[in-house]
């Protein structure tokens, strides 16, 4: 499971070269970002933009490779949007520091109320196609480079993120 993966995997420095994490695979090869599975509910997001053997820029947590690619896929995701079912359980992030309930009320209200937030986490515009208008999802950004993303354009307070990206430090 995630636990102590995403805790040493979130404290590397951007673009640490990709074979310094998890073993993965491309999933999904992108102008701006790459995708990379570590089959088990972790992604990396590598540009090659930015140095030799797929430098990670960040590390994602996401409930299947359809949220992976719905999320961070570059050109932007064209495929179906009814969700398929789950293949990876929603992780605690209690050991890194964010809150056991990660609700959308739950996490808007840790964000705001953060001292490192200052108040600041927000709802970002939703990210929808330019094609057809369909939303893609929402977010709500943490502090210190951490987003949490929601399939709802306006979530619920009871919503569950579909996944959640930690921009490495640096």
């Not at 970002?33 to 509910?41: A, E, H, P, T, W």
């Not at 820029?57 to 009814?82: I, M, N, Q």
Request: hydrophobic share 40%; with cysteine.
């Amino acid at each position: 499971m995630m636990g102590n993966d995403i805790q040493k995997l979130i404290t590397l420095p951007a673009w640490t070269p990709r074979a310094e994490f998890s073993p993965s695979r491309l999933l999904s090869d992108g102008r701006l970002v790459s995708i990379f599975s570590c089959d088990n509910g972790l992604y990396l997001m590598t540009n090659r933009n930015f140095g030799d053997n797929d430098p990670v820029w960040a590390v994602g947590w996401a409930e299947s490779d359809h949220w992976a690619l719905r999320v961070w896929g570059s050109p932007t995701y064209a495929g179906d949007l009814k969700s398929p079912p789950a293949q990876w359980a929603l992780p605690s992030l209690v050991e890194v520091g964010r809150p056991g309930d990660l609700s959308y009320a739950s996490v808007v209200a840790y964000e705001k109320g953060h001292p490192e937030g200052k108040g600041a986490a927000g709802l970002v515009t939703a990210k929808f196609r330019f094609t057809d208008g369909e939303i893609l999802h929402s977010d709500v950004n943490g502090y210190a480079g951490v987003t949490y993303c929601y399939e709802a354009a306006k979530p619920k307070a009871a919503d569950l993120p579909t996944a959640i990206e930690f921009r490495l430090p640096g």
